[in-house]
């Protein structure tokens, strides 16, 4: 039997709850394909890190191999799921109702995952009232009281970058600690509060170091 | 005056390719304040970033400051834009002309950036020849003659995840060696070519870590 997981602390280094995510990923895949084990060399390949490094990781959350047997993936899956706290849903909320702001409501990814947006907002008189999918825009007014009632732990925001800064300390001030951010901009936010920029820009430009020199 | 920036050398870490856009971000935005020089602690706050990380991530490509006098705005901003190649125009193609791929196309961000979607491609019949934005949206069976004709050098994925692997894989036998993938898969690509993934998925998955505790 795997051991069940010692405590977990605060002493995760964020680039490994980074990483958690594509664990769960792989062994989700693995899960369907009714894998029953997986070594670290064979996750390794999958996920494009050394063996190491994913035995280290995993080290963080509890002992889950046997030594030369290779990770249980039901349960190992199960595990870091509960670990991400992705046994439960969460409520997300949209401000910023444009092109991009669109795209996400109606995005289909979403709620399979556990994640869904019960509200939308915008700043725009003309927007208000609007009904994008099956969410009807609410004036930035209404951002407390909508977080409160809806139990909102999660904030996207698609409004331009000029704004993306004010609008990002309302939600934070609403009690919001996570926020999915779609402007182009790097957001300051107070301890306590993650951001995670979703941005094609930066990502191009990170690319682009290693294609200049071809 | 600042030196010249030192040869550079593929020795640079990845993760600090990964924060050199960010170090561009704000220093434009700095250079658009007229703002003449910048401590590495000023950086620091902008950025959320130690200022000895900053000098450290700096000095990979030259010695910009002098000792306790900061780093001159504009001549750092126009050598970081020429290390990441960003003084030139890139051309991308996009692979998936669904809502995602119509959102990505008429994205009004990319064109400033220096990066031109210039073709669009989907594997459903009923897509192709369908006028989106100014492309028409092509065959499959075209993208290796548009890929050379057009020197497309970035390939955008926003196919459903089943087929982003296959995708990928036919951009780099096309000699595409970037990859920006918005399919929710973690892709496997030979040595030499770089993906960059655009997923809310992983990013909202490693935030309610965080939440989870509350």
Do not use: H
């Not at 799921?81 to 046994?87: A, C, F, K, P, T």
Request: charged fraction near 20%; include cysteine.
């Amino acid at each position: 039997m795997p051991s069940k997981p010692t405590d977990i602390t605060d002493d995760v280094p964020e680039v490994v709850v980074l990483r958690l995510p594509q664990y769960v990923r792989a062994l989700g895949e693995l899960f369907r394909q009714k894998v029953v084990v997986v070594s670290s060399q064979q996750l390794g390949i999958q996920l494009q890190m050394t063996p190491a490094q994913i035995r280290k990781d995993l080290s963080y959350f509890g002992r889950f191999g046997k030594q030369g047997r290779g990770y249980p993936v039901g349960y190992l899956l199960g595990e870091l799921r509960q670990v991400l706290g992705l046994e439960r849903k969460w409520n997300s909320c949209l401000v910023g109702v444009g092109r991009l702001g669109r795209a996400i409501i109606n995005y289909p990814g979403f709620t399979p995952e556990g994640f869904n947006v019960v509200a939308a907002f915008d700043t725009a008189p003309s927007e208000i009232g609007e009904t994008i999918g099956s969410l009807v825009v609410q004036p930035i007014v209404e951002l407390e009281r909508t977080i409160k009632e809806q139990d909102i732990r999660i904030g996207i925001v698609a409004v331009p970058a000029t704004k993306a800064q004010e609008v990002i300390d309302q939600l934070v001030r609403c009690g919001v600690k996570a926020i999915l951010n779609y402007a182009p901009t790097g957001p300051q936010v107070p301890e306590g509060v993650r951001v995670r920029n979703v941005d094609p820009i930066l990502a191009l430009q990170s690319m682009t170091y290693y294609l200049k020199s071809d």
